[in-house]
């Protein structure tokens, strides 16, 4: 037992650890995981002066002792799930070591410690689920190793001034954080930072100017802000950026300087319902892959100018208010989804469409005023799924249809066709 390195006691009934002092001097790794009954930590752990990983993960310790500073070597220490947890102890910032620090759903966990300053090594800080943290100390500046942060579910109402100086912080997850309010204009500085998580921030309404400082911030998730209504025109200095999420927000309108985000490839929209235009500069992001627009009730027209996004994979425009599809969408070469479903006033889909010859599935289900399909002579080669239900308006199904060589479903149900082409006879994929 004098020479034990590791010790593993995971899932046991044990209420205690008698680990006398001066034995098991040379363990290094104690994991003690889902011990259900393990509810205190004996004095004479802090002896383990070799430890470099402690498990504590789903214990019913209500605190951390004093003495957890003097395990100089210690790594990691996970006390996550502890749902008893009330107290870190200011010897925390002792750990000069420590690279890692687990409190994840820690519930009743109130506060941290100012000393938690003092963990220079420190490179991860998690605290997802303290449902009863709502504030993060200004000492958390001086980490200056800390590479991830996660706040997510936290009661915290503002993000420090000090969260600037962590210059090598990557990613920043402050999501389901629905008290936070203000996001401080020092954010900025952390130019490291490649992913900043906002989703559901319901009462965040304005990001800082300084976000446009975030060279190389790739993933900007804003979904689900309700407050927000406007996105700063510092964004198209975000020429990294190739995911950018805003839906469910209540913006209005984008920046004219998105267009010089040309890295992006995502654009979420969905259900911006005050949306009522896309920028003309929309057209420069060469990158894009996919543009959600599906519930965006305002939204009446797409520009013409979409047709320079040759990148584009998938656009989705279910449930908005356009009455016709471009011209130019037949320039979408790379175009394989296409969601027009529920687009009650459009009435048009231009004969040009057929030059998306990857399109796979086209959906058209539910737009009451479509009166007629374009031609598919010679186009839509890879059509696997045309989908037509609802379509009230829509009396007949051109003979060119059996052109579709590749289609294996055609949804009609609730038009008003009344005969269908002989040529339908053609399509060989097509399921019963």
């Known amino acids: ?43 004479s752990w802090g002896s383990l002066m070799l ?48 690279s890692c620090l687990a409190l994840s759903n820690c519930q009743k966990l109130a506060q941290l410690p100012n000393s938690i ?56 997850d402050v999501s389901y954080c629905k008290s936070l309010a203000h996001i401080p204009n020092s954010i900025g500085n952390s130019t490291s930072l490649s992913l900043l998580d906002l989703i559901e921030c319901h009462k965040l309404a304005q990001l800082p100017n300084s976000i446009g400082s ?13 407050s927000l209504r406007q996105i700063p025109d510092s964004i198209g200095k975000l020429t990294s950026l190739t995911e950018l999420y805003l839906k469910s927000t209540a913006i209005e309108e984008l920046p004219e300087s998105i267009g010089n985000s040309t890295s992006l490839s995502r654009l979420d929209l969905t259900k911006c319902h005050k949306l009522a235009q896309l920028p003309n500069s929309i057209s420069s992001l060469v990158s894009l892959q996919q543009l959600l627009l599906s519930g965006c009730h305002s939204l009446r027209q797409i520009p013409e100018s979409i047709r320079k996004l040759t990148s584009l ?41 057929g030059n998306s010859t990857y399109l796979s599935p086209l959906d058209l289900t539910g737009c009451h005023k479509l009166v007629q399909l374009p031609d598919f002579r010679g186009s839509f080669v890879f059509l696997q799924h045309l989908l037509l239900s609802g379509c009230h308006s829509l009396r007949q199904i051109p003979d060119s249809i059996g052109k579709l060589t590749s289609l294996t479903e055609l949804y009609l ?20």
């Open 51 to 98: 430890l470099t990983q402690l498990d504590l993960k789903r214990t019913k310790i209500e605190e951390l002792p004093e003495f957890i500073g003097s395990l100089k070597k210690l790594k990691t220490l996970n006390a996550s799930g502890c749902a008893s947890l009330t107290c870190i102890p200011n010897s925390i910032g002792d750990l000069a070591s420590l």
């Open 413 to 432: 149900k609730s038009t008003a066709i009344e005969e269908l082409p002989e040529s339908i006879g053609s399509l060989k994929e097509l399921r019963p």
């Open 214 to 226: 975030l060279m190389s911030l790739q993933r900007l998730l804003l979904s689900g802000c309700h």
């Open 117 to 172: 300053g003092s963990l220079v090594s420190l490179s991860q800080l998690l605290l997802s689920g303290c449902h009863s943290l709502r504030q993060i100390p200004g000492s958390i500046g001086k980490l200056t190793s800390l590479t991830e942060l996660y706040l997510n579910s936290t009661a915290i109402e503002e993000l420090p001034e000090s969260i600037g100086s962590l210059k090598e912080l990557k990613t920043l």
């Open 313 to 353: 994979i998938e656009l989705q425009l279910k449930s908005t208010a356009i009455e016709e599809l471009p011209e130019s969408i037949g320039s979408l070469k790379e175009l394989k989804t296409l969601g027009a479903s529920y687009c009650k006033p459009l009435n048009h889909i231009p004969n040009s469409i």
């Open 1 to 43: 037992m004098q020479n034990l390195s590791q010790l593993l006691i995971n899932g046991t009934d044990i209420q205690e650890i008698p680990i006398s002092r001066g034995c098991l001097t040379k363990l290094e790794t104690l994991y003690a995981s889902d011990c259900g009954r393990l509810a205190r930590l004996p004095e």
